[in-house]
Antibody, heavy 122, light 106 residues
Framework: EVQLVQSGAEVKKPGESLKISCKGS????????IGWVRQRPGKGLEWMGI????????RYSPSFEGQVTMSADKSINTAYLQWSSLKASDTAMYYC???????????????WGQGTLVTVSS | DIQMTQSPSSLSASVGDRVTITCRAS??????LSWYQQKPGKAPKLLIS???SLQSGVPSRFSGSGSGTDFSLTISSLQPEDFATYYC????????FGQGTKVEIK
């Protein structure tokens, strides 16, 4: 079974750093793009960027370029999303999601991880 | 950037109703259009890709149509488990999501 399992909920203060993870299993991790999607409380889905674990090729949404860093360690089938200095406005659920199939294009996502809730509050 | 606009933003319907959600792109996206279902507290789930291709395991009461700028998702006979929020997504030029359509019980 193809599965993405994300790290647990985080509570941080403004200005702190954070790195959350997304571990894939049940498939060749380095063959499929992984996307990250933000969902603020009660709001819709926002695409943040994608990373290809095979060579760490990364594409950011202009809205998130410079705000977050995506990385991957293919040796442990894990992708990461990190912040160097969190803001209250980063409070959201963050989902990772895999490219649906090798023929589906980079941005069709299936399956999704269960989400990581990040709360930033002083 | 390609903007995706869904309508309506919410709707109330009864079990057994036929429901149609529309999605309009600000420019042509060919058939690079997917639909996702999200239930409260859960991750989104891919229902349809390439505008009309039903994902494996998705009930046949779901269908998608359209090409270019105008698309629709239809649920032929609404079931209790279908009450959720639905999102369209274009993947023609990077990607972007619609704002969502919440389907509620009447």
């Amino acid at each position: 079974e193809v599965q993405l399992v994300q790290s647990g909920a985080e509570v941080k203060k403004p200005g702190e750093s954070l790195k959350i993870s997304c571990k894939g299993s049940g498939y060749r991790f380095f063959d499929y793009w992984i996307g990250w999607v933000r969902q603020r409380p009660g709001k819709g889905l926002e695409w943040m960027g994608i990373i290809y674990p095979g060579d760490s090729d990364t594409r950011y949404s202009p809205s998130f370029e410079g705000q977050v860093t995506m990385s991957a360690d293919k040796s442990i089938n894990t992708a990461y999303l990190q912040w160097s200095s969190l803001k209250a406005s980063d409070t959201a659920m963050y989902y990772c999601a895999r490219q649906a199939s090798l023929s589906s294009g980079w941005y069709t996502f299936d399956p999704w991880g269960q989400g990581t809730l990040v709360t930033v509050s002083s | 950037d390609i903007q995706m606009t869904q309508s309506p933003s919410s709707l109330s319907a009864s079990v057994g109703d036929r429901v149609t959600i529309t999605c309009r792109a600000s420019q042509r996206v060919s058939n690079y259009l997917s639909w996702y279902q999200q239930k409260p507290g859960k991750a989104p789930k891919l229902l349809i890709s390439a505008a009309s291709s039903l994902q494996s395991g998705v009930p046949s009461r779901f269908s998608g149509s359209g090409s270019g700028t105008d698309f629709s998702l239809t649920i032929s006979s609404l079931q209790p488990e279908d009450f959720a929020t639905y999102y369209c997504q274009q993947s023609y030029s990077t990607t972007s999501f619609g704002q969502g359509t919440k389907v509620e019980i009447k």
